[in-house]
């Protein structure tokens, strides 16, 4: 939309009154509540829940947040395009999610917010017409699962789980199973919930005034500065992460900050703005369980299992494999930089930032720096590479698996040094399955050329976590 074009809207543009939400491309949609609006006239959605049939057209759409017009009251507004269906269609229903695989099923059902008896209904993988029912369940012996019922396509267009019980559409079959479990492991409670998108940021919006900001709580410190939870706007919650005068050039700064603006993936956090007069600020999505590092040495981060510890490492894996496709280099990767949301989601959080302040990042800085995450050729003659990257993330898993432990426990910076020279390398933790030590022992290889991609490593995390869960429920 041209900027012209986009002023002469927003002028138009009035609140849509509390009102409309839910779609899946152009034409006639279904649409919930609304139930807060933008200072700018713009819409945006809090809940989730339909609590009315408003019909809205889609005029604008782009990644998670579209532009609607709704086709009662006129006004425009974004909705979350995950809150949106076609009308008079199955994709109003709340627990359908067509293209969703069964990994991330898992990774949904399982976050906090949804109990046993949440559920979903997503489209095979694997047989064309066939879906899938996927209920969260909770044993003595395996805590909290997620089981999975293959939905079999009647020839006249019905639905089945037990070729016994028939159904003719799949509202009908979530209807009797809400009434009565006969024979799965749970009765159908509430649908699964899923986190709100955060606000789409105007891609204007880069260079901001630090007056926008506003600093409501301190987050962490670091010897290059702190973080803050804060507001853009006063309306926008976001993370805001200050760094000391001198840390840095802001020309320098500015010239790497718009190479990270690019990498755009759901692994990477969401770089949104900078303030790029000193001090300077960098404005990024805000993530409610903080850092992994801390996560993990919290009472909830102990309470998970090895099959979701190691889902975490895949996250960690598949965000680096894209910073690798890219030809990018993170140079710092370890637990304290990757963040936790609300539904237990990791992303990569401040990929490049090392490199940008090199000048103070080197390995005669001392306590500045990471060696005990750091390949040995990054430690002795500073050659940083995607491959010394995959060193650091196999002392993440150690970190992961033992809930945030600090590597080579009782050794100082300079004998990790002298012992990784000798050919020295963590013994396997305890509790950690040989077959997770051996992904480690692979990226600790001694040629940097013999250490996995990270492409790799989310293929064999990813067949890991897949081992550890049940396969298709048999239906009595």
């Keep these: ?40 006239g713009r819409v945006y959605i809090k809940e989730s829940k339909i609590t009315a049939t408003n019909l809205s057209h889609v005029f604008l759409r782009t990644g998670e947040w579209w532009l609607a017009k709704s086709l009662i009251t006129g006004y425009e507004g974004y909705i979350p395009s995950t809150y949106v269906a076609r009308a008079h269609t199955m994709e109003v229903e709340r627990w359908l999610f067509k293209d969703m695989s069964r990994r991330d099923t898992e990774r949904l059902l399982l976050a906090p917010g949804n109990k046993p008896g949440a559920f979903l209904v997503r489209e095979s993988e694997t047989t064309k017409g066939a879906f899938s029912l996927s209920v969260r369940d909770s044993t003595p012996e395996q805590g909290d699962i997620v089981k999975h019922y293959k939905i079999r396509a009647l020839d006249n267009g019905g639905y089945y789980i037990s070729p ?24 159908l409670g509430s649908p699964c919930k899923t986190a709100t998108p955060q606000r789409p940021w105007a891609q204007d919006e880069w260079e901001i005034p630090r007056e926008t900001l506003k600093m409501v709580k301190k987050l962490g410190a670091g010897q290059f500065g702190e973080v803050w939870m804060g507001y853009y706007k006063n309306s926008q919650k976001v993370a805001i992460k200050t760094l000391k005068e001198g840390t840095m050039e ?16 759901e692994r990477l956090v969401k770089l949104h703005a900078v303030v790029t007069q000193e001090p300077i600020y960098i404005v990024t999505e805000y993530m409610a369980n903080g850092s992994l590092l801390d996560f993990l040495k919290t009472d909830d981060g102990h309470k998970l299992k090895l099959p979701k510890l190691i889902d975490m490492a895949a996250q960690i894996a598949e965000g680096m494999a894209f910073i690798e496709r890219k030809n990018y280099i993170h140079r710092d990767v370890r637990a304290a930089n990757i963040l936790v949301s609300e539904t237990l989601h990791c992303k990569i959080a401040d990929f490049g930032l090392a490199r940008i302040i090199e000048s103070e990042y080197t390995a005669q800085e001392g306590a500045k720096f990471p060696i005990k995450w750091t390949a040995p050729e990054a430690i002795n003659f500073g050659t940083f590479t995607i491959k010394s990257d995959v060193w650091s993330f196999g002392v993440l898993l150690t970190e992961i698996v033992t809930y945030g432990r600090v590597p080579y426990p009782g050794m100082t910076n300079p004998e990790v040094i002298r012992n990784l020279d000798s050919y020295y390398r963590m013994p396997c933790p305890d509790g950690c399955p040989e077959e997770l030590y051996d992904i480690m022992l692979k990226c600790w290889k001694d040629r940097p050329d013999d250490r996995p991609t990270f492409d790799h490593l989310q293929d064999i995390l990813n067949d890991f976590y897949i081992a550890t869960e049940g396969q298709y429920e048999m239906h009595p």
Excluded at 8 to 24: A, Q, Y
Aim: a positive charge; glycine letters at 4%; aromatic letters at 6%.
């Design 1 to 40: 939309m041209k900027q012209g074009e986009a002023e002469s809207r927003r002028s138009e543009t009035r609140p849509l009154n509390e009102r409309d939400t839910r779609l899946k491309s152009s034409g006639a949609f279904i649409m919930p509540q609304l139930t807060a609006s933008a200072p700018s």
């Design 164 to 187: 016994s019980t028939t159904f003719s559409s799949l509202q009908e079959l979530v209807k009797y199973y809400a009434r009565t479990a006969d024979g799965l492991c749970q009765r």
């Design 250 to 265: 802001p020309e320098a700064f500015l010239q790497e900050a718009n190479l990270m603006k690019q990498l755009q993936h």
